[in-house]
């Protein structure tokens, strides 16, 4: 099964997460679970969190399902990549995340 490990804590170990695609409408994930952004292979499920579109957000699963927090803004944003662009208005694509292939609509 595809799964992504990410750091959980300041002791530099971590856990792993099964895997899923960020820009599925059927993410792969279990119910309540949102994917987000890890690695250049993609996302892990998490338990969604409840923070809306341009809220304040210091991590990606603080965010609703769909969306990451930036590290530019330090709030929650739509994902894009090079095949997924920023729908009109939200800005260019911008890969400010820990996923190098994956970026927020800024």
């Known amino acids: 099964a595809n799964e ?3 750091a959980t804590g300041t002791d ?5 997460f099964p895997g899923c695609d960020v820009f599925a409408a059927n993410n792969g994930c279990p119910q309540a679970g949102g994917c987000y952004p890890v690695s250049q292979t993609g996302g892990v499920c998490l338990t969604a969190g409840n923070v809306a579109l341009n809220q304040a957000c210091t991590f990606s699963d603080e965010c609703q399902n769909g969306l990451a927090c930036s590290l ?3 709030s929650c944003r739509q994902m894009c990549d090079a095949t997924h662009p920023c729908p009109g208005g939200s800005g260019t694509c911008q890969f400010n995340l820990f ?3 994956i970026g927020v609509c800024e």
């Open 72 to 74: 530019l803004t330090a």
């Open 4 to 6: 992504g490990c990410v």
């Open 99 to 101: 996923s190098p292939t």
């Open 12 to 16: 530099g170990y971590g856990d792993c």
